[in-house]
């Protein structure tokens, strides 16, 4: 069936959500709750977004269940949700629509006058949640869909009443096809997500579609300092705005650092130069704050306003967040699952002046682990000691034979324990005043760190 997702989105239709928690999911069911639907959704466990979910007055069923889809008009789906799921079967088999979340998301894009859109491997969620502190301090009042949480807005999305949405965009699946961006950011590609992309050169093309799908009149921003995002825009024949460290269209110069972080002269083109001072640290958090600057250029936002807003910026949730202190040393938690991310990572805790940096890594997904092995126990070695947890399988199963174990007999030092309570044992034995303790993954390694946190 050709069914158009806009013509279900409207004052008065109802719509039944499959995998109604998830981080983007619970956003866009608030959205369409505020744009007048009718709303229902399911998910696998109650929490707290399921409980907030039912106090907007979205019933939220726990499990998945046939008669759930029952009067409703259409379906959305999580990419993580299939069509043997019980609910989608059922859809399928009435004849009612079923949409993928990245549809909903893009058919709501439509109708803002300005769709900012942030991909890339990596710097998706703390890039997004920059551009969101530079709109807000602009006084833009944006809507906001983002993959993690953001504390100016005490979760991972908004509602406002601009023009403007600022969404990040994840190429999983090709999800972001699905979206309709009026500026395209692209920070960085690189080969990841291999159990879905044949190659690089694959995730690169989808990156290239993703940038054609801005208008002739509006913008790509791209990372100059990135080789794979510069040869997979290579004689793209859209409007152009290239950023950099020290290249490009958007630039710093007069880089200085304290404790860390970073201060430096915004070049914009012609624009008189602004002095940028950042709340959170690491090169890599520079290229991110100039690819925001670069963006909210693109739609004509104050460089004044760029300068206020990221000042204002200390961090996305589980982006070296801070958790606290246990024994004397502090603890932080990070998202980093690509060795790239993992880089970045140790690279910017090594610059704090810690006795020790130790970092406990849990590997997210056995296919991604397979594939940079090497890179993954490579980069490990920067943390002084590494403490590695068995590896998070998301939405895969064991059949690589790969495994932590593995992973820590190529780090020399490196302890495996093989459950997160012992991850958790471990971190409480090592730590002392001087330590700055990691707890790293895209899964549930956030967990022992907030466990030790809480212990101490």
């Known amino acids: 069936m050709n069914w158009k997702i806009e013509d279900y989105i409207r004052p008065g239709g109802r719509a039944h959500l499959v995998g109604v928690g998830g981080v983007s999911m619970a956003p866009l069911a608030e959205v369409l709750k505020g744009k007048g639907m009718e709303i229902t959704g399911s998910d696998m466990k109650e929490s707290a977004v399921v409980d907030h979910l039912r106090s907007l007055g979205i019933p939220v069923t726990i499990g998945h269940l046939p008669e759930s889809v029952r009067g409703a008009e259409c379906v959305i789906r999580t990419a993580a949700v299939h069509d043997d799921n019980p609910e989608i079967a059922a859809a399928l088999k009435a004849g009612i629509p079923v949409f993928e979340r990245a549809q909903a998301w893009g058919a709501l894009m439509r109708r803002y006058q300005n769709a900012l859109c942030v991909a890339g491997t990596h710097g998706k969620t703390t890039t997004t949640s920059m551009c969101t502190h530079i709109f807000l301090a602009a006084g833009r009042d944006p809507s ?18 601009g023009d403007t949405i ?80 020290e290249q490009g269209d958007v630039h710093a110069a007069g880089l200085t650092w304290n404790a860390g972080c970073a201060s430096f002269h915004l070049c914009i083109k012609a624009e008189s130069p602004v002095r940028i001072t950042l709340a959170v640290p690491g090169m890599h958090n520079v290229s991110n704050a100039l690819a ?112 932590s174990q ?41 967990l022992a760190g907030e466990a030790l946190v809480g212990a101490g």
């Open 166 to 245: 600022i969404a990040e965009s994840c190429e999983y699946c090709n999800s972001f096809l699905s979206f309709a961006p009026t500026v395209a950011v692209i920070l960085n590609v690189e080969a990841d997500h291999l159990d879905f992309f044949k190659d690089l050169d694959d995730i690169k093309r989808s990156f290239r579609r993703f940038a054609g799908l801005v208008p002739e009149d509006g913008w790509v921003v791209v990372n100059q300092d990135d080789p794979g995002a510069v040869d997979a825009l290579a004689g793209l024949e859209r409007p152009l705005l290239t950023f950099g460290v």
């Open 406 to 446: 593995k992973l820590a007999d190529q780090i020399p030092g490196a302890v495996y324990c093989a459950s997160l309570q012992e991850t958790t044992d471990r971190l409480a034995e090592l730590a002392r005043p001087g330590d700055l303790i990691l707890t790293v993954g895209a899964g549930d390694i956030y």
């Open 292 to 403: 925001a600057c670069a963006a909210a250029y693109c739609l004509g936002v104050d460089p004044a306003d760029m300068a206020r807003g990221l000042a204002q910026f200390t961090g996305a949730g589980r982006r070296f967040e801070r958790k606290g202190v246990y024994h004397g040393a502090d603890v932080y938690d990070d998202y980093a699952h690509h060795p790239d991310e993992l880089h970045a990572l140790l690279t910017m805790a090594a610059s704090l002046g810690y006795q020790r940096v130790i970092c406990a890594f849990q590997p997210h997904t056995y296919s991604r682990t397979a594939a940079f092995f090497d890179r993954f126990a490579a980069e490990l070695k920067l943390a002084g000691l590494v403490v590695l947890a068995p590896i998070y399988a998301a939405r895969e199963t064991d059949d690589l034979g790969v495994s």
């Open 144 to 161: 906001v869909m983002l993959g993690g949480a953001l504390p100016v807005l005490g979760c991972g999305h908004r509602v406002g009443h």
